[in-house]
């Protein structure tokens, strides 16, 4: 198996990026009834078909769900993820949305030996009482992934890069301009108009885990950790878009947004109970609570041309996420109805490991 794709390398006809290594390519479609969404409580109904996984081997780069069974090409769905790895990756701890995505806040990695995004579910509620009747807190939650689980309000799984290019030192691994989450070309006017505001708060992220050698042992790759060493992004296709729903939603918490105007978001990093609703939202008139609220630090479209991640000659395991977030300020209030949106994750390698050697 090992020779057969080394003998598909060829390195004098490699350019440093000039040819895709792999593109993973995700196309969900999304159906949603009428309703009105509030923030941390938006029940998107998300119908994922399916993932399509392809790897350009010519290069020297496979893929695989199970460190197992590398390949150019794989499919991920529900099945995939959950059902069909139960005898060879036994252990995964991949999620699926079988109910929809429903929105709820990360923001990565707690610290550099987690392997998993922290990420909160969030529950809306308001006073009663005379002095604060009508006054908006939200309850903060941490969700579990402790084991696989097709009933999760956001999709997370695992995936194992080899790269068999030969190279002495770690290459540099990309997003590719290819990646971007939009509506499907089937998508009327009217369903994206109305629809913009919850594709606005979608996020991408990516955890870096470890790294091995491909003659590693199945154990070993399926159970590589952290060791200080792991590494997380979060991409944000579209930070600088908002509908007129958005914008008239912010001003009246006080928030001033503007389309073509990238608005931070402040995402959940803790549990708590009853937090200011409007605390979680840069000029809202509440100072930040920073005991569970922090700076969601996201890359977008203009840093594609920087490295992600190093990968070495060998194995890395990786964990990719896909979710709705409850803090981004489009998330304040939508009304929707039901669109196909697809989601591509385009990842690139160069060779600098031969370079820098």
């Known amino acids: 198996m090992e020779t057969v794709e080394k003998e598909k390398f060829k390195l004098p006809k490699i350019s440093k990026r000039g040819k895709l290594l792999i593109l993973v390519v995700f196309l969900l479609f999304v159906a949603l009834s009428f309703a009105t969404y509030a923030w941390f409580s938006a029940s998107l109904n998300v119908k994922v078909k399916f993932f399509d996984v392809r790897v350009s081997s010519e290069t020297g780069l496979f893929i695989s769900l199970d460190g197992i069974n590398f390949s150019d090409s794989i499919e991920i769905s529900r099945d995939s993820i959950i059902k ?70 956001y999709i997370a799984f695992d995936i194992f890069l080899k790269n068999v290019s030969g190279s002495p030192l770690r290459d540099n691994l990309y997003i590719g301009r290819g990646t971007f989450i939009d509506f499907d070309e089937t998508a009327d006017d009217e369903t994206r108009e109305k629809m913009q505001d919850i594709l606005n708060t979608m996020r991408m992220g990516i955890v870096r885990i470890g790294e091995t050698s491909s003659k ?32 008239d939603a912010a001003a009246e918490l006080g928030i001033t947004v503007t389309d073509d105007t990238y608005i931070p978001t402040y995402g959940v990093i803790a549990e708590g109970s009853k937090l200011d609703h409007k605390s979680g939202f840069i000029n809202s008139g509440v100072d930040l609570d920073t005991e569970h609220f922090a700076l969601q630090h996201t890359i977008f479209e203009k840093d594609f041309s920087e490295p992600i991640f190093k990968i070495p000659n060998g194995i890395t395991k990786a964990r990719v996420y896909i979710w709705i977030e409850g803090q981004d300020v489009d998330a304040l209030e939508v009304h929707s109805e039901g669109a196909p949106v697809a989601l591509n994750l385009d990842l690139e390698k160069d060779l600098a490991g031969y370079e820098a050697y």
């Open 84 to 153: 069909d790895l139960q005898n060879t990756y036994p252990n995964n701890t991949n999620q699926w949305a079988a109910t929809g995505l429903w929105s709820v806040s990360s923001n990565g990695i707690p610290n550099p030996n987690s392997d998993k995004f922290a990420v909160y579910n969030g529950s809306m509620g308001k006073y009663t009482d005379r002095a604060r009747k009508g006054k908006r807190f939200v309850n903060t939650t941490l969700l579990k992934e402790e084991k696989s689980s097709e009933w999760n309000q």
């Open 216 to 247: 590693s042992d199945v154990s070993t790759i399926q159970n590589l950790q952290c060791e200080g060493q792991c590494m997380a992004l979060i991409y944000e296709p579209n930070s600088t878009k908002h509908n007129q729903e958005s914008i």
